[in-house]
């Protein structure tokens, strides 16, 4: 090998070595930071840069994505004096490559030192359930001040979660216990208040029941009081026709004192025949009864004193007006008396005592019509 060829190969390591150092190539989301002899120059972009060789070094290739860090737990105390522990996401991304590199040496290090720091001051305040119910007040007051902190070094910090929060054992088992307590009072209070319920229900059932059953033994009452009603109207006009029927009947066979006070004394046995009658009295009419029908049989001629004609009953009987209205006198005369007899002035003496209507004479009996 000559000489010229040892040249030129070197020639051509040193154009390689030139051209290496004089390109330089940025990856996408990174930027380069470049010194001339030790004093910063420029910020290389992504993509394809030239520099001048063996005066210009890229000295910092710059992350420009944003990064994800987790810090691991750190002890607080809150207001109540209570340890926990409480570990960190911080969310950030690089916004001035320049400032990252010249304002903090290790901007890492810095945010999770600021990170303690100031979740100890923002914990401090608060006592332990606070801070186990207000993560998002302690994530936002977090990320406000990281933020406003790490600004002049080239950072925005995006985003602070709590990962956890821990207090220590003999705290998780009294949160427990309450926990119980406070599950086990809503049960009691719910099963009281569906108790509650279902009597009030039961008793609206009852009442509703009990109206129900009220207003059915009303309109039962108010039909059976109807019915009743009914047949004593059907009743009595069945006693009218029948009475009336028999007042027509003696009316058509025109009787006379005499058969009305034979009647009279046919009656008195059936009277004495009561279980329960124990004392009866007699009135005064009955003796005049009496009187009048021994005076009659008294007058009744041997042969019978009968009618010599026999009556045919299917001949019409005409009656003479003033034997009409004598007949119709006697009888209500003889109800009138039966009446006054069942009155308070009537015969009753006691207790089983039965009153009999009296039958007076009527005052003056026309003679019978042949």
């Known amino acids: 090998m000559t000489a010229v060829t040892i040249t030129l190969i070197l020639l051509a390591v040193l154009a390689v070595v030139v051209v290496s150092m004089t390109v330089k190539i940025v990856p996408q989301a990174r930027a380069g930071i470049v010194e001339r002899f030790g004093k910063y120059r420029a910020t290389l972009s992504a993509g394809l840069n030239v520099v001048v060789p063996f005066v210009d070094k890229v000295r910092y290739m710059i992350d420009l994505r944003e990064q994800v860090v987790s810090f691991p737990p750190q002890p607080v105390i809150t207001e109540d004096n209570l340890t926990v522990s409480i570990d960190t996401v911080i969310y950030f991304q690089v916004t001035d490559a320049v400032s990252a590199t010249y304002e903090i ?5 810095a945010i999770e030192q600021l990170t303690m720091t100031t979740l100890r001051n923002i914990t401090g ?18 990320r406000g001040e990281l933020d406003g902190a790490t600004g ?4 925005r910090v995006n985003r602070v979660e709590l990962k956890g929060i821990d207090p220590p054992p003999s705290i998780i088992d009294a949160m427990e216990k309450q926990m119980r307590a406070e599950r086990d009072k809503r049960a009691a209070i719910l099963q009281a208040e569906g108790e509650r319920q279902s009597a009030i229900l039961t008793a609206e059932g009852d009442k509703q029941a009990q109206i129900l059953t009220a207003e059915g033994q009303k309109q039962a ?3 059976t009081a109807q019915g009743d009603r009914q047949a004593a109207i059907l009743r009595a006009q069945g006693e009218g026709q029948a009475i009336l029927t028999v007042f027509q009947a003696i009316h058509d066979g025109n009787p006379d004192q005499k058969l009305l006070s034979y009647q009279y004394l046919q009656m008195l046995p059936k009277i004495a025949e009561g279980e329960n009658v124990s004392t009866w009295i ?6 005049k009864a009496l009187g009048t029908l021994g005076g009659t049989f008294g007058k009744i001629p041997t042969d019978g004193g009968g009618s010599k004609k026999r009556v045919d009953l299917d001949e019409p009987v005409v009656a003479d007006a003033t034997e009409d209205a004598d007949t119709q006198a006697a009888v209500e005369q003889a109800l009138k008396a039966a009446k006054d007899a069942e009155g308070p002035g009537g015969g009753f003496k006691g207790p089983g005592a039965v009153t009999l209507p009296s039958t007076d004479p009527p005052a003056a009996e026309g003679p019978p019509k042949a």
């Open 282 to 287: 007699i009135p005064a009419e009955v003796t």
């Open 221 to 223: 009452q108010i039909l």
């Open 105 to 109: 040496a290790d901007y890492i290090q």
């Open 152 to 155: 002049k070094w080239g950072i």
């Open 125 to 142: 305040g608060m006592t332990l359930e606070h801070a186990l119910t207000s993560r998002d007040q302690i994530n936002s007051g977090l």
